[in-house]
């Protein structure tokens, strides 16, 4: 008789998307007249922009021929595509990877689901809290977060690394020693970040304790601050104890076409086994990364003119983050992020819980964002909103609010 993995039944279930959408219909049903502006979509808006387009309708066609036709993907994906990110995403930033050290795959999500197989079960994982479910998730289903309390919402066996304004986001060096750091700048979802010279403490101290930091870096491309990394790379030491995440999906749209990256250095050494040969097996026989088709595309993404159409879609994004933070500055919110990420964070006035600011700005302004409760513990009594609507609905739910 076969037996399930009792893990998945350890996995609270995530209430929280699900909550929303009932009590947002519930909402509308009762209030028809009321129009409802969504600040809480977690996902980009805009269109492909039209060099990647034209990419992806010029890898059709050469699918359509037999001398042009590409089967499974390589291991590791294609070389174009490696070649494009080491050059761009490292080597411009003063970072060296190789192209072989990038696996490609189809997002980030999965490998940062994924990439935990590599370890042990009995690897300590530490998370920041509030934190992108995944993380965590993940490390359930394999075992190896403990029991779950209900009440508390926490993981006997999770080192939680709370980031709150008490310590401006950034979460201090854990107590407890962990294997496993997970850590995701500029964040999802305070949308806050971290300098370079505090990124090369956490680099230091996971050398000298001998655990892995997974940097989940999709948010790179809303960088705007000088002294914020773009790369865990651009610290000394990484190359020895981190793996990078990248995604296409939040600077170039790819979240319904799927593209990410995961980086392995092959100087990260584990009883004379690199991650990388670990990786490249798990990859070689699991996967075959994303399709010719949509690694062209990520292709496009490096080209001139790829960069010019997509600064400017992260530019529309970015007004909207600045009008949703300048608006609510003004109206007396405590807010951080907005100015290298597309998420704004706020504090909730008048110690209202999360679920309760949730119920008064629908029921008063007709908005809808998302507690902060549902990221986490220490998420409780803050507030996310996104600047992925369209500009009008950002300007006309920001005057909502202001005139509360
Ligand atoms: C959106 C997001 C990703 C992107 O995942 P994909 O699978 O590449 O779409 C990764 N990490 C975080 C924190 C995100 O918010």
């Not at 909550?19 to 519930?26: C, G, H, L, S």
């Not at 699918?63 to 490696?82: I, N, Q, S, W």
């Not at 680099?203 to 948010?219: E, F, L, M």
Request: net charge negative.
């Amino acid at each position: 008789m076969y037996q399930i993995n009792e893990n998945y039944l350890k996995l609270p279930g995530s209430y929280l998307f699900s909550t929303i959408a009932k009590k947002v219909n519930e909402f509308q049903e009762k209030n028809q007249d009321k129009s409802i502006i969504r600040l809480g979509i977690g996902d980009v808006t805009q269109p492909l922009a039209p060099t990647i387009v034209k990419a992806l309708h010029k890898a059709v066609d050469e699918m359509a021929c037999e001398k042009t036709f590409h089967g499974y993907a390589p291991d590791l994906g294609y070389e174009f595509l490696r070649s494009a990110m080491a050059k761009n995403d490292y080597e411009k930033r003063g970072a060296k990877i190789s192209a072989d050290e990038i696996f490609i795959s189809d997002g980030a999500k999965s490998d940062s689901a994924n990439i935990q197989e590599i370890f042990g079960k009995d690897n300590k994982i530490a998370v920041c809290d509030p934190v992108y479910p995944v993380y965590v998730d993940s490390n359930v289903m394999a075992g190896r977060t403990g029991t779950y309390d209900r009440i508390t919402e926490i993981w006997s066996d999770v080192i939680y690394m709370p980031c709150v304004e008490e310590n401006n986001f950034i979460p201090e060096l854990p107590k407890k020693t962990p294997d496993l750091i997970y850590l995701c700048y500029p964040n999802n979802p305070t949308g806050t970040t971290i300098t370079k010279e505090q990124l090369q403490v956490w680099v230091d101290y996971a050398n000298q304790v001998g655990a892995i930091i997974i940097y989940d870096s999709a948010y790179e491309a809303y960088i705007t601050e000088e002294d914020v990394p773009h790369t865990i790379y651009e610290c000394d030491g990484a190359r020895t104890c981190a793996i990078e995440l990248r995604s296409f999906s939040k600077n170039a749209g790819f979240t319904g076409v799927r593209l990410g990256a995961t980086v392995i250095p092959k100087d990260i050494v584990c009883n004379g086994v690199t991650l990388h040969s670990l990786w490249a097996r798990r990859h070689g026989t699991k996967y075959n990364g994303a399709p010719y088709i949509v690694q062209r595309a990520g292709e496009a993404v490096y080209s001139e003119e790829g960069q010019r159409e997509l600064k400017q879609q992260i530019a529309y994004y970015m007004k909207n983050a600045h009008t949703i933070k300048t608006g609510l500055m003004e109206a007396g919110y405590r807010v951080v992020g907005g100015v290298n990420a597309p998420y704004i964070w706020l504090k909730t006035p008048n110690n209202m819980t999360s679920w309760e600011f949730f119920d008064y700005l629908l029921e008063k302004a007709n908005v809808v964002g998302t507690p902060g409760s549902g990221f986490g513990p220490s998420g409780e009594g803050y507030f996310r909103l996104t600047a992925f609507g369209s500009y009008e609905n950002t300007v006309s739910a920001i005057e909502r609010i202001k005139g509360l």
